[in-house]
Each structure stands twice: as C-alpha cells, then as structure tokens.
C-alpha cells in the first residue's frame, strides 16, 4: 500500500539527527498495519573498490538500488556481497586496515566525501544482520526504541509508545509481544528475534534498509514471514538483501545483482545486475546462468 | 570376562563387563584407613600425618590392583586417577580449612561487642578495635573510589580503543604492576605524599594510595576480560542504529558487562583489604577513631592485629584475643565481600544468548 509520497530535500545534505521531525502518525489503509509516508531513496555506486589492509575483496562493482525495491545481492560464499554491503552505510571502514575506493552517494550526496560523518549515514543507512542481535540488557520495547534513545533524539514517552508499536506492528510482531514488552529481548525464538531486530531498525525511519543474510539462521516458516515482511516493507523503504538463497532472491526481490570471483584471492567483482526476472530466466552473462541454473556455486 | 547376568553373546562380552560394587571406593578407603593405621601402631610410629599419607597410598594402589582384575585396565586407571584427584583436593584443602579453623577457634572468644564498638582511645588492658574497623572501611573505600574508575577506564580503552604500541605497552606494564610487592606500593605512597607533605606525614588516604596502586592492575585485567566478552555484533548493532562510538560504550557495552566488572572489582577489594605492609608505613598506628582519611594517622584491622601482637598491653592474652578476633573479622569482611559479589552477579548477568 503507498503512502504519501515523501519529502524532498531541497538540497542533498545530510540532516542533523535532532533537526528531523519525528514521523507522523501512520494512516490506515486496508492492511491496518503499514501505511506511512515513504521515505526510500537510491543509492548509486561506481567503480566502488572495496579492501581489507592490502588484500582487494571487491573490485570495480558498480551498482543502482532503486528507491522503494528490493535489490537482492546473490554469488557465491566470499565473493564479497556482504562487504559490499556493508560499504552502503559505512559500517565497512569499522574493520581495522579496511578502506573504500569509488563513489558511493546517497540520493546524489557522496556519503564519503569529508565533512560526512558516518554516525548520521547510519542513521539514513539502517541494517539488518545475519544473526539476530537483540540488546540483551534491554526489553522488547527498549530494543524496538533502541534506536531513538541512543540516537539522543528527545521523544516524548507517547510518542515513543506510538513508535514503537508502529514499528512492531510493521514488522508483524507486535500481537506476539503487545503483553511482554518489558520483558527481555533475548527470551523470543530465533524468528521473533529477527523481526525484533528488523522492528529496531526501521523504528528509526531509514531511508535505505540493508539486510544481511537475514533468514539464513532462521527455519523455513520464519523465513517466509519475512519474505513477506520485505515485500510490504519496500513500499516505505528502499531494501537491499544480501542472500545466498537464489530461490529467496527469486522470490522476494526486484532487482538481482550477480557478484562473484574468479578464484579464491581474486577480487570479487559485479558480474551482472539486472530486473530478477530476467537474471533468472535469461541472463546475458555465462557465469550468471551456470550459477542460477546450479551449475556451479 | 563374562558380565554377570548378560547372555553368553561375544557382542555382549565385549561392550560388557565386570563392574565394582557401588560402595567398592569408600570400602577401600575406610579398608586402607584401618590397615595403614595397624601398620603405624604396629611399628609404633603412628601420626595423624603418617596415617594420612600411608592411607592414601594404600588406597590408590588397592582400588587399582582391584579394579584392573574385575573391571579391565581403562577403568582401572580411571578409578585411579579419580583418587589421585581427590587427594590432591583433599591436599589443597586442608591449609585453607585448618586456617580456619584456628582462626575461628582463637578469634571467637575475642569477638564481643565492646570489641566491636569501642575503640582503645586511652584504655590499658582492655578496649575494642572499632577504631580498626572503621579505618579498614575508610581506607579500603578511598582506595576504590580511585582505583575503579582509572581501572575501568583503562580497560575500555584497552578493548574499545586500543591500537598497535600504545596498547602493547599498556598491557605490558599492567602485568608489571600486577606482580609489585605491597610494600614496594607503600613506599611508593609514603615517597609521594613526602615530597609534597613533607617526611613524617601519616594520613589515611596515603594507604589508599597505596592500595590503589595494587588494586588497579586487578581491576584493569579482570575488566578488559568481562568486556572483550562482550559479543562484537551488539557494538555492530548499535553502531548500524547510528550510535556514536561513546555511547555504545556507555549504553550498550558496559550495561551488558556490569555484573562481571562488579565482580572483578569486588575481588580486587578483597585482595587488599587484608594488605598489612604498606599501611603500617603510611598510615600509621593509632589508638582512636579516625574516619577523615584526610587528616592524621588512622589504623586499621590488619596493623591492629599486627600491633597488638607485637607490643601486647598490660594483659597480654587480651591482646592476643583481640589479635585474632581482628583477624577473624578480616576474614569475615572479605567473605562477606565475595558473598555480595556473587548474588551482585546472579542478579544481574545478562544472557548473551
């Protein structure tokens, strides 16, 4: 279901976090549960070249995520998916020696260019992580409002309700745990930890979300419900899944971009990127089709 | 070796066997007990450590020999390595029991409550220790109001922050400190406080100087263990929310650690809070209470137990009550400390998972 369509910036400059106006309050539509304006954005990168120290794990990779779809990141383990990933919201640099090469702009804005500080990229940049990582010393409601107080953002305590059962009911959650906010984040099964997670990150209203790898330690049932999640979710948020699932790439994406290597100590690099469909039934490129076919990977 | 009881199948003999009876190790101790002490008598060279080491050696090489013939030699050996464990337990025990025990015994009759309350501010031949009492809480408090949060933050710099030499060498000198002899500290407090006091000076904060300097090293290393626990993906989690660096630490970091960090500086106090040497140089020995760590000499429970042994007063078996009452509560402080640490943790440790 759309929503308002979103606000746009006059100029391309990141907003300091304590300038940005809370949310409004989501409008009921027919689903009751997802409405709100969108806020996605696109994010290009060119020639991005991605190192650890002196060893090169991605090479060249240029890629467009389109505002308000699912662009899924597939190839084989290795191939540099979640570090690429990863250099979306500057979470990459956080390793020691780790350095990023290339453009990288969020809605034309260069989210390396000096005088960018990464700390507001990430909260424009959410993501989501493979394994789930609630904050163990906190409640289901202090996770989901996680982001709104460590962000140092002033939220009145209705407000904050208001959030975070906006956010829990976005990321199906909220009838599982309505009677056991205040109880640990770390008491719920692998799905609703994810989902908790998932909740986390949009309650802070990202523009772009990233998830890495985010079904692959959860069961079948779980996975499917946040393939469905994803899908309702790019209608406000421009989503980006790294997955070495191809039938979950099939299924829930958009847009498909195909990395791979060489050999082990080459470079990854971005083989072919391109509407699922057609990565899946036609693709132009041999190494695509041998791995989406099985053929190898 | 045919099990009792199984069908003659060679699967069954070969996954089976004979096994000892359930009572078999406890009957060859009280057996050894009892052999080992008619040998003593017999040769008439009976002692209660004789007995002891001639039991144990009895009993290790019975429970081997009898099992090997019943059991098979894996089992054998496990029975025996078993009860060499066991005695060496035994063995490791026993000082830490028989203190104790004397401590109790001697130190009981001396723990009343004039003891407790009064101090021995112009008495001869009687008085208590209160004054002891409240210089070992006063010291031992200024002490860790230094040392926990320089150790603290030393060690969040060490996990968080740390890179390449800086840190190499931090650890290195950690380590050093960690092995100081207290008196070396006391004399480095009392050097101190005399170069900008001058020589003579005895003040109560100069022991907790002093104990500081033996306490941070402990706190930094037990620290820098409970925070390099902490799972990488919660600081990643917190860092994707857009959390700066610090107030991960603050808010994410160290809530998640604090049970362990109370408890790593729980035991740093109870390692210093029996520290003898280093106050008897700086802060003195002095009959009344003090609790101004600022202003003249202060005593405490383990100069006080020292002092009174040393130069007992009128009635010297009061004094060597005392003594040993002081140590007695010593002991008991430090108990108490560790008790406190551990519902402290129960109570308060997070499940990562």
New interface residues.
């Given amino acids: 279901m759309q929503g308002v369509a979103g606000t746009t910036r006059a100029e391309p400059e990141m907003p300091p ?1 304590d300038v940005r106006k809370p949310a409004p309050p989501a409008s009921p539509d027919a689903a009751g549960e997802t409405g709100g304006r969108s806020r996605a954005k696109r994010i290009e990168a060119r020639n991005v070249d991605l190192y650890y120290g002196e060893f090169h794990a991605v090479e060249k990779a240029s890629v467009t995520i389109e505002p308000n779809k699912v662009t899924a990141l597939i190839g084989s383990s290795g191939c540099g998916k979640t570090t690429f990933l990863r250099s979306l ?1 500057r ?1 990459h640099e ?1 390793t ?1 020696g780790a350095r990023v090469e290339g453009d990288i702009s969020l809605d034309g804005q260069d989210i390396y260019a000096p005088g960018i500080d990464p ?6 940049v ?4 493979q ?1 789930p ?5 906190m409640s289901v409601y202090e996770n989901v409002a ?2 709104l ?4 953002s002033r939220v009145k305590k209705s407000e904050k309700d208001e959030i975070v059962e906006r956010s829990l009911r976005g990321a199906h959650l909220w009838n599982e745990v309505k009677d056991r906010l205040d109880r ?1 984040g ?1 008491g719920l099964s692998g799905g609703q930890q994810q989902r908790l ?1 998932i909740a ?2 949009i309650a ?1 209203e990202p523009e772009v979300l990233l998830m890495d790898e985010p079904c692959s330690a959860l069961d079948p049932v779980a996975t499917l419900a946040i393939e469905d999640l994803v899908r309702e979710l790019k209608n406000r948020f421009t989503i980006v899944i790294v997955t070495h699932n191809m039938q979950q790439a099939a299924r829930a994406s958009d847009v498909t971009a195909f990395f791979n290597l060489e050999e082990t100590g080459k470079p990854g690099r971005l083989i072919e990127i391109g509407p699922t469909e057609t990565i899946f039934t036609s693709p132009s490129e041999k190494a695509t089709e041998d791995y989406v076919s099985g053929r190898f990977g | 070796m045919q099990a009792p009881g199984n069908k003659t199948s060679p699967l069954a003999a070969t996954l089976g066997g004979g096994a000892l009876p359930g009572w078999a190790p406890y009957g060859v101790v009280a057996g050894s007990v009892l052999f080992a002490a008619a040998l003593l008598l017999a040769t008439g060279t009976f002692s209660v450590a004789l007995l002891l080491a001639g039991a144990t050696l009895v009993s290790c090489l019975a429970i081997y020999v009898w099992s090997r013939s019943v059991e098979g030699g894996r089992r054998a050996f496990d029975r025996l390595a078993t009860f060499a464990i066991a005695a060496a337990f035994a063995l490791a025990l026993v000082p830490l029991l028989s203190l104790l025990f004397e401590v109790v015994k001697r130190g009981l009759p001396g723990l009343n409550l004039e003891f407790l309350t009064e101090s021995a501010r112009g008495v001869v031949g009687g008085g208590g220790a209160a004054h002891a009492i409240v210089g070992t809480v006063v010291i031992t408090a200024v002490a860790a109001i230094i040392s926990v949060p320089i150790g603290i933050m030393a060690a969040i710099y060490l996990t968080e922050y740390g890179g390449g030499r800086l840190r190499k060498a931090l650890t290195f000198f950690v380590d050093v400190m960690t092995g100081i002899p207290s008196i070396v500290a006391g004399l480095f407090a009392f050097a101190l406080f005399a170069i900008f006091l001058g020589p003579g000076i005895r003040l109560g904060v100069m022991g907790s100087v002093a104990l500081s300097v033996l306490m941070i090293p402990i706190v930094i290393r037990s620290s820098e263990e409970v925070l390099k626990i902490v799972p990488n993906d919660l600081r990643e989690a917190a860092y994707a929310l857009g959390t700066p660096k610090w107030k991960t630490i603050v808010k994410v970091v160290l809530p998640t650690a604090l049970a362990g960090l109370v408890t790593g500086v729980m035991i740093a106090v109870a390692r210093i809070v029996g520290e003898t040497a280093p106050l008897l140089v700086t802060t003195g020995v002095v009959d009344s209470i003090n609790s101004n760590p600022f202003e003249g000499r202060m005593q405490n429970l383990a100069v006080y137990a020292y002092s009174e042994y040393r130069t007992p007063g009128v009635m010297k078996e009061a004094s060597y009550d005392r003594a040993w009452a002081a140590a007695l509560t010593l002991i008991a402080i430090v108990m108490i400390l560790n008790l406190v640490a551990r519902l402290i943790y129960r109570r308060y440790r997070t499940e990562i998972r």
């Fill in positions: 976090a919201n979470m956080l020691p700390v507001q990229v990430r909260r424009l959410g993501m989501v992580f394994s990582n609630p904050f163990p010393t996680a982001g107080t460590l962000n140092g640990p770390s997670c986390r990150a802070v």
